[in-house]
């Protein structure tokens, strides 16, 4: 049914389309007992798929990646659809429309999308104020960057306003340095600013009396020698984890025509093609940091198969976003299935 509904949308913009989906879900919501209808298709509870990880029990380890509901529109709708957790943003300081358009490209021959949006949101404040009001207690990630007017020396400054914000509101945070998409932001990746920053929001975070778990969303293009940083820094500043992976700027294992992605032209690939790499990055941080600290394992996710093999490769949790677009809500409640039946 959903490949139906799918050939449908995918002959519009697919930002366009995006925002008509908010709509559709928005209203579908507000029919008496749709959301219960949703639940009951695609909800699964049970005990054995619980997995408590840096400090916070989720009801089911599959995840919505941040970037499809930047601005906690519609955690209500979505909750309904069978996720163990919905991860918000990426966020900033101030509203900003992001990268000029079209922005947003879908390869279907590879099962992949191109995204150059350019951390496009309305402000940490602004998903705030839906946040108060949402009635699920589905556990929310907090993914925050910075503004792309922000200059990299006072990049933490951004990051610390938005921490300071949405503390009250989110389960954790995610600090994203990754995004190909923000001129200069993957610099923030090096060794000194990196553990810098972290530092910085840890420092705060141990103010608190109930401290949120941080993380580190890393891009999937990253070496041996710097994946080998980033677990010195994860132990050095006593964060709690590590999302692998952000999308790739690598185009070489593509079938769409050469002609049709140069002229796409620059953005993050996520999607299928982004899969072998992403559980290549899980399993390299697993194995050399002696599986010191947790890792949601986000990349190519299409299948049931696809997410054993993350969680195989070491990965605690799970994320999708491009598997949920050409797959469905079903894949959420066909993850968990095949969990339980491992």
Same mark, same amino acid.
């Given at each position: ?127 705030? $104020?839906? %946040? !108060?009001?949402? =009635?699920?207690? /589905?556990?929310?990630? #907090? &993914?925050? @960057? ?105 185009? $070489?294992? %593509? !079938?769409?025509? =050469?002609?049709? /992605?140069?002229?796409? #032209? &620059?953005? @993050? ?74």
């Amino acid at each position: 049914m959903y490949k139906v509904i799918r050939f449908f949308l995918f002959l519009f913009d697919p930002e366009k389309i995006h925002h008509f989906t908010f709509f559709l879900l928005r209203i579908g919501y507000k029919i008496p007992f749709n959301s219960l209808f949703w639940k009951m298709r695609f909800c699964i509870k049970d005990n054995k798929l619980e997995r408590e990880v840096f400090g916070i029990k989720f009801s089911n380890p599959v995840g919505l990646a941040a970037g499809f509901d930047k601005d906690a529109k519609i955690i209500d709708e979505l909750s309904c659809f069978g996720f163990g957790f919905i991860e918000i943003g990426t966020l900033t300081p101030k509203a900003q429309d992001g990268n000029p358009k079209p922005r947003l490209f879908r390869l279907t021959d590879d099962s992949g999308i191109i995204n150059r949006m350019g951390f496009n949101n309305r402000g940490v404040e602004d998903a705030i $104020s839906r %946040l !108060k009001k949402r =009635k699920s207690d /589905v556990i929310i990630g #907090g &993914n925050i @960057g910075k503004n792309k007017l922000t200059p990299n020396e006072n990049a933490t400054q951004d990051y610390i306003i938005s921490f300071n914000s949405l503390f009250p509101y989110v389960d954790y945070f995610v600090v994203n340095v990754s995004s190909p998409n923000t001129p200069g932001l993957r610099d923030l990746q090096e060794k000194e600013p990196l553990t810098n920053l972290l530092n910085s929001l840890q420092e705060l975070n141990n103010k608190n009396e109930n401290r949120k778990p941080i993380l580190l969303k890393i891009a999937p293009d990253l070496t041996n020698e710097q994946l080998n940083d980033i677990i010195q820094i994860v132990n050095c500043t006593k964060i709690d984890g590590v999302i692998a992976t952000n999308t790739t700027v690598d185009r $070489s294992s %593509l !079938k769409t025509d =050469k002609n049709k /992605v140069e002229y796409i #032209g &620059n953005g @993050g690939l996520s999607g299928n093609p982004l899969k072998e790499r992403s559980t290549e990055v899980i399993k390299y941080l697993s194995k050399n940091s002696n599986k010191s600290f947790p890792i949601i394992g986000v990349g190519g996710i299409h299948s049931e198969e696809d997410a054993i093999e993350k969680l195989e490769a070491g990965a605690s949790l799970l994320q999708i976003y491009t598997g949920f677009i050409y797959e469905g809500p079903s894949l959420v409640k066909r993850i968990n299935k095949a969990i339980l039946n491992r």
